[in-house]
C-alpha cells in the first residue's frame, strides 16, 4: 500500500499527533508499505518521506495554542502532490481541523477517484467544540468524504459523535514501549537523594500544573525529602509559575531547562528514569493520556485526574491512581500515600506495564493496517458491484 498520513500541526514542534504520525509512517514502512508525511511546517525541512504544504501560525484553541496553516488557497499545492503520488490511503489526522485537512478531503478523490480516505479524531473539549457546533453544516460535507473513521479512545469517539454521528473504530494512539523502558538510560545525578515527582507537559491552566504546584506544597511540608521535576516547553506561562515558585520560595521544586519545542524524545526517558512518582493533574480535554502510558512504560506508578480520557487508560488501584481534577487536598494525599509505600508503587508499576502493552507500536500498528484492508476490500466489492451493474445495463 502507498499510504499519505496527514497531520495539520506544525511539524517542526512536538506533539501527540505528530509523534503519532511520525511513528506509525515508521511502522508502515518496516512492515513494506509506502508512508508518507504531508504537514506544515514553519520552517524548511530537509527530511526524507516529510513533504512540507503550508506555514503555520499559532491559533488559540481549548485552552491551548495550536500551530496550523489558515491559508484557504492551499488547495492547488496540495491536489498537485495528490495527482503526483497517487496514494491507495490518504489518512488525515484531525481530519475537520482548518485548513489543510479539509483540503486534503476535498481534493483527494478528485486527484484518485479510487483512494480511500480514513480520518483520525485524536481530541476531546469537555463542554463542547464551537467549531464542531457552528459550523457543522458545512463540516458535514466534508466528513462524508471519509471512509473509515478512527476515534483514539471512546471519550473522543463520544466527542465527535455528538456532532458528526456514525460507527468510530477505536484505534488507540500507539506508544514506543522499549524507547521508555530502556534499561541503558541513566538517572540525572542531580535528582539522586530525594522521592521525586515527575510533571511533564506545558504550563497551560488545563494541564493543572497550578494545582500539582499547591499539592506539592502539602507534600513537601509533610515529607522534606521530595522533589518535584516540571518538565516541559518554555514558555510566558511556564515563567510566570517559576517566578511565582520563586517568589513565594517553595522548596523541592525544579523546573528543567528547556526551548520552546521542549526537551528531546531522546533525552525525555532519563527523567522518568530518574524519578520515583508520574503525576499528570489536568483539568479536563484529555482523549486519551498519551503522558500516562509513557510513566507506565518508563516503569513509575502514574498519579492522575478522575476524567474521561484518563479513566479510559487506568484503573484506579490496579495501575495507577485517579484523584479528583482540580483538588489540591486530594491530589497531596494521593502523592504523600505513594511517597510512604513503596511497596504499593511497586505494585502498581507491574500492574501499569501489563496494561501498556495494549498501547505498543506493534498491536496498534496492526490495528490500523488491518482496518486500511478492510477498506480496502469493501472499495473493491463497490467498485465491482459497480461494474457489474453498469454491464447489465449494456
Known amino acids: 500500500m502507498k499510504v499519505a498520513l496527514v497531520s495539520p500541526y506544525d511539524w517542526k514542534y512536538p506533539g501527540g499527533v505528530n509523534s503519532h504520525v511520525a511513528v506509525l509512517a515508521r511502522q508502515l514502512r518496516e512492515r513494506g508499505h509506502e508512508a508518507l508525511i504531508i504537514a506544515p511546517s514553519s520552517q524548511p525541512l530537509n527530511t526524507p518521506g516529510v513533504i512540507t504544504i503550508g506555514r503555520p501560525f499559532p491559533v488559540s484553541a481549548s485552552g491551548s495554542v495550536v500551530r496550523i496553516p489558515v491559508n484557504p488557497r492551499l488547495g492547488r499545492q496540495v491536489r498537485e502532490v495528490l495527482e503526483r503520488e497517487q496514494f491507495d490511503i490518504v489518512h488525515v489526522h484531525e481530519p475537520l481541523m482548518p485548513v489543510l485537512p479539509i483540503q486534503v478531503l476535498r481534493q483527494s ?98 494541564k493543572g500544573l497550578g494545582v500539582l504546584i499547591r499539592a506539592f506544597g502539602v507534600v513537601n511540608a509533610r515529607l522534606p525529602g521530595t522533589r518535584l521535576i516540571i518538565v516541559g516547553p518554555d514558555s510566558r506561562a511556564r515563567r510566570r509559575y517559576q517566578s511565582a515558585v520563586e517568589c513565594r520560595g517553595n522548596r523541592g521544586i525544579t523546573f528543567v531547562d528547556s526551548s520552546e519545542q521542549g526537551v528531546s524524545y531522546d533525552s525525555l526517558p532519563r527523567y522518568h528514569r530518574s524519578s520515583h512518582i508520574f503525576c499528570s493533574p489536568a483539568l479536563g480535554h ?88 478492510r477498506l480496502l476490500l469493501q472499495q473493491r466489492a463497490m467498485q465491482t458491484t459497480r461494474k457489474n451493474r453498469l454491464a447489465r445495463m449494456d
Open 109 to 206: 478523490r478528485a486527484a484518485n477517484p479510487n483512494v480511500v480516505i480514513v480520518g483520525t479524531f485524536h481530541a476531546r473539549k469537555d463542554g463542547g467544540n464551537r467549531l464542531y457546533g457552528y459550523g457543522r453544516r458545512l463540516l458535514k460535507r466534508w466528513f462524508r468524504e471519509i471512509h473509515g473513521k478512527i476515534a483514539v479512545s471512546p471519550p473522543a469517539a463520544q466527542y465527535v459523535g455528538r456532532y458528526f454521528p456514525g460507527f468510530y473504530n477505536i484505534i488507540p494512539n500507539g506508544i514506543d514501549v522499549p524507547h521508555w523502558e530502556n534499561p541503558a538510560l541513566e538517572p540525572f545525578d542531580e535528582f539522586d537523594g530525594t522521592v521525586n515527582i515527575l510533571y511533564v507537559g506545558r504550563a497551560e491552566k488545563r
Open 286 to 373: 484529555e482523549s486519551q493520556g498519551y503522558v500516562l502510558l509513557e510513566g507506565m512504560a518508563a516503569g513509575i506508578p502514574v498519579v492522575a485526574s478522575n476524567i474521561d480520557g484518563y479513566a479510559s487508560v487506568i484503573t484506579h488501584g490496579v495501575d495507577g491512581v485517579l484523584v479528583p481534577p482540580n483538588d489540591p487536598m486530594a491530589l497531596a494525599d494521593a502523592l504523600t500515600e505513594l511517597v510512604r509505600d513503596p511497596a504499593m508503587r511497586a505494585r502498581l508499576v507491574v500492574s501499569g506495564r501489563s496494561r501498556v502493552e495494549d498501547y505498543a507500536w506493534p498491536r496498534v500498528a496492526q490495528q490500523v493496517i488491518s482496518y486500511y484492508e
